[in-house]
């Protein structure tokens, strides 16, 4: 069974950065790409970028050039977003996701809330 | 970046109606391989999104055929037959066919 279990809950200070993590089970993460999605309510669904676990290639979105980093460890079956310069409209939930048939995201890791606050 | 708009529901819904939810994009969809990258996602109550269809039409594996999904290049519906209580949730369009995939604003589902 395919599984994404992600590191638990962050609260954080301004300027800080945090490292999240996206353990795979079920499969090899060498052989999907995986990505990460931001979540607000009140701005709904965001797509940051995608890791190629196999060669480290990544590809992001433009507003999260400067301020996300996807890498992987395929010795551990993990993924892993950094995120630097924290500020409170990074405040949000982050979910990392496997990439399937027409780019559609097709596994979801349950979540991790990131709370930025002084 | 291409732009999703996604249309409202008449909340709240009787038990077992059948709904359509819209979804435009501001570019087609439709890629040179005959497939349009439109996806759609059901995100439950304090639950991760869930994918239901990808290209436009073919469903997840394990997604119920009460939903099915349509459209031409820039106007797409998923449409539910016979809504469920397990249908309750934000409902997201998505595009994957130019980079950032870019997402709709969700389309909320209530039951009555």
């Known amino acids: 069974e395919v599984q994404l279990q992600q590191s638990g809950p962050e609260l954080r200070r301004p300027g800080s950065s945090v490292k999240l993590s996206c353990k795979a089970s079920?499969?090899?993460?060498?052989?999907?790409?995986m990505h990460w999605v931001k979540h607000r309510p009140e701005h709904g669904l965001e797509w940051i970028g995608w890791?190629?676990?196999?060669?480290?290639?990544?590809k992001y979105a433009q507003k999260f050039q400067s301020k996300a980093t996807l890498t992987a460890d395929t010795s551990s079956n993990t993924a892993y977003m950094q995120l630097s310069s924290l500020t409170s409209e990074d405040t949000a939930t982050y979910f990392c996701?496997?990439?399937?048939?027409?780019?559609?995201?097709?596994?979801w890791g349950q979540g991790v809330m990131v709370t930025v606050s002084s | 970046d291409i732009v999703m708009t996604q249309g409202a529901l008449p909340n709240p819904v009787p038990s077992g109606e059948s709904v359509s939810i819209t979804c435009r994009s501001s570019k087609s969809l439709l890629y040179s391989d005959g497939k349009t990258y439109l996806n759609w996602y059901l995100q439950r109550p304090g639950q991760s999104p869930q994918l239901l269809i990808y290209?436009?039409?073919t469903r997840a594996s394990g997604v119920s055929d009460r939903f099915s999904g349509s459209g031409s290049g820039t106007d797409f519906t998923l449409k539910i037959s016979g809504v469920e209580a397990e249908d309750v949730g934000v409902y997201y369009c998505?595009?994957?066919?130019?980079?950032?995939?870019?997402f709709g604003a969700g389309t909320k589902l209530e039951l009555k």
């Open positions: 998505q595009q994957g066919l130019e980079f950032p995939y870019t």
């Open positions: 890791i190629d676990p196999e060669d480290g290639e990544t």
């Open positions: 996701a496997r990439g399937a048939y027409g780019t559609s995201l097709d596994y």
């Open positions: 290209w436009m039409s």
């Open positions: 079920g499969y090899s993460i060498t052989d999907y790409l």
